[in-house]
C-alpha cells in the first residue's frame, strides 16, 4: 500500500460498473470474496451493487448478464467504484463514460478496476501519476499510449485512492487485502480456503510469467529474456545481454538453441515483433510508431521482418483487427441466484 492510501479497513461499500464484454470471471471473483467474508465473519460487513451507465445489463465477454443491475446515479453510498473491463475494451468507453468517470472523482469517490477496466481510467485522465495494474496481454500497448501512468506486472495496486486489479482470480486476492484490514488475517485465509485456494498473493506478486511460457526455465535464459523484454524499444547485443547475465556469448547462444530451437538474436526479434503485433492490435498508435517502440529504425526492416513472421504487412494486421466482428444473438440469463 502506498503512502497516503485510505484505510481499508473503513472500506466496506463497493460498486461493479460492468461495461460491455466485461471479464465476468473478475467481477465474480470480487463479489464472491465479499459475499464469503459475511460468511465466515457470521454478519453482513459487506456490501456491493452491480452497476451500468443506464441500468440496463451489460453483456459479458461469455454473453451472459448479472441481475440486478442498478443504474450508477440511482447507485447507493459508495466506498469504491471499480470499473469492470474484459475484451474489446476501446469499444466498451464512450464520452458518456469518460465524463460520468469525472464526476465521481470530483466529488471525491475513489475508484479502481478490474481487468482492462484501468484504460477506461486512464482514458479519462483519473491515472496520471499512479502506479496501476492492468491484464498482462494489455501492458505493452497501454504502457506506450499513456507514458503518464506507472503501468506494472503486479497483481493489484493499491495507490492512494485508486485500486485497480488483474483479471481472471486476482481480484480474490486483492478483496483479501481488504478483508484482512478489518477482520483479520484468520478470517481473509478461510475466505480463501472456501474456494479450494492454496493462498492468498500479496498485491507486488507477478501476475503472468510468459517468458517460461516460451521456454526460458533455466535461470540464465529467465534473466536474459526479461531483459530483452525491458529493452525492447532499444534491443541490447546479444554481446550486451551475455554480459549482463554473466555468461559468454557462446554459452547463451548454447542455452538459447538447448531450450527454444532459436538463436538469442532470434529469441529477441521474436519478442520484439509479438510486441510490434500487441500494439497494432490494443492501441491507435501509427503504424511507423509502432515500429520505433518495438526496436526498429527503418519501417522497410519492421514490415519485412513483421511479413516474415505473420505472413502480412502490420498494415494488414491493423485492418483486419478492426474489422467489425460478425454479431451472434446471444440470450442474457440472469445471474441473482449466484449473487444472493
Known amino acids: 500500500m502506498s503512502a497516503g492510501a485510505l484505510p481499508l479497513a473503513d472500506l466496506t461499500r463497493f ?27 457470521g454478519t453482513e460487513i459487506y456490501s ?9 445489463p451489460a453483456r459479458a465477454s461469455g454473453g451472459l448478464t448479472l441481475a440486478p443491475t442498478v443504474a450508477l446515479d440511482k447507485a447507493a453510498a459508495l466506498d469504491i467504484l471499480f470499473v469492470c473491463g474484459g475484451i474489446d475494451i476501446r469499444r466498451a468507453i464512450n464520452r458518456t463514460t469518460r465524463e460520468a ?26 491515472l496520471d501519476g499512479y502506479r496501476c495494474a492492468i491484464h498482462w496481454e ?3 500497448a497501454i504502457r506506450e499510449e499513456f507514458q503518464g501512468v506507472d503501468f506494472v506486472d503486479d497483481l493489484f495496486v493499491i495507490d492512494r485512492d485508486r485500486f485497480t ?27 480463501s480456503e ?9 498485491g507486488a506478486e507477478p501476475q503472468h510469467a510468459p517468458l517460461r511460457s516460451k521456454g526460458l526455465r533455466h535461470p540464465a535464459l529467465e534473466q536474459a529474456g526479461a531483459l530483452m523484454a525491458k529493452t525492447i ?68 526492416h519492421f514490415s519485412a ?23 451472434r444473438p446471444v440470450p442474457s440469463v440472469p445471474l441473482a441466484e449466484s449473487l444472493s
Not at 48 to 56: E, F
Not at 166 to 172: C, D, L, N, Q, R
Open 101 to 126: 468517470l469525472r464526476r465521481l472523482a470530483r466529488r471525491k469517490v475513489s475508484l479502481g478496476s478490474l481487468c482492462t477496466g484501468s484504460f477506461a481510467l486512464a482514458e479519462a485522465g483519473l
Open 165 to 191: 486489479c488483474t483479471g481472471g482470480s486476482a481480484p480474490i486476492d486483492m478483496m483479501g487485502a481488504f478483508i484482512e484490514a478489518r477482520l483479520g488475517r484468520n478470517v481473509a485465509e478461510r475466505m
Open 194 to 202: 472456501q474456494f479450494v485456494m492454496e493462498r492468498l498473493r500479496g
Open 233 to 300: 524499444g532499444a534491443p541490447l547485443t546479444v554481446a550486451a545481454v551475455s554480459a549482463r547475465v554473466g555468461l559468454s556469448p557462446r554459452q547463451l547462444e548454447r542455452l538459447f538453441r538447448q531450450h527454444t530451437g532459436m538463436g538469442p538474436a532470434e529469441f529477441s526479434m521474436a519478442l520484439r515483433l509479438d510486441h510490434a503485433r500487441e500494439l497494432l492490435r490494443q492501441s491507435d498508435l501509427a503504424v511507423t510508431a509502432v515500429g520505433v517502440a518495438s526496436g526498429f529504425v527503418s519501417s522497410a
Open 15 to 41: 460498486g461493479f460498473l460492468t461495461l460491455p464484454n466485461y471479464s465476468l470471471i473478475a467481477v465474480s471473483a470480487a463479489i464472491e470474496a465479499c459475499r464469503m467474508a459475511n460468511y465466515v465473519a
Open 305 to 327: 521482418a513483421y511479413r516474415r513472421r505473420f505472413g502480412h504487412a502490420p498494415r494488414a494486421e491493423r485492418v483486419a483487427t478492426r474489422a467489425p466482428a460478425p454479431i
Open 48 to 56: 456491493w451493487q452491480v452497476l451500468t451507465l443506464d441500468g440496463a
Open 138 to 140: 494489455n501492458l505493452g
